[in-house]
Nanobody, 119 residues
């Protein structure tokens, strides 16, 4: 069973930065797409960013383009989300997720880490 463990959430003022990490339990993630999703209070979960482990291709939600960067640390089997210029609307629980490159459904999810951006 693949396990994903997020860390790095917290409270930050608007304009500040946070770095989220997602540690993956298996090294087979070379064939996976890793992603970050978030869920704000009272809203549905939404896509934030993704990265294809094998070639580094990235995708971002329009709301975070230019502010967030997703990357991988292969040596540590970790996916990182660097969040800069944070806004109050970035507040929510951030989840790490993974899916095989030949599927469309994210099959594996972490437990989430909370990010709160104060105005």
């Amino acid at each position: 069973q693949v396990q994903l463990v997020e860390s790095g959430g917290g409270l930050v003022q608007a304009g500040g930065s946070l770095r989220l990490s997602c540690a993956a339990s298996e090294q087979t993630f070379s064939t996976y797409i890793m992603a970050w999703w978030r869920q704000a209070p009272g809203k549905e979960r939404e896509f934030v960013a993704s990265i294809t482990w094998s070639n580094g291709n990235t995708n971002y939600a329009d709301s975070v383009k230019g502010r967030f960067t997703i990357s991988t640390d292969n040596a540590k089997n970790t996916v990182i989300l660097q969040m800069n210029s944070l806004k109050p609307e970035d507040t929510g629980v951030y989840y790490c997720a993974a899916r095989a490159t030949w599927t469309v459904t994210y099959a594996y999810w972490g437990q989430g880490t909370r990010v709160t951006v104060s105005s």
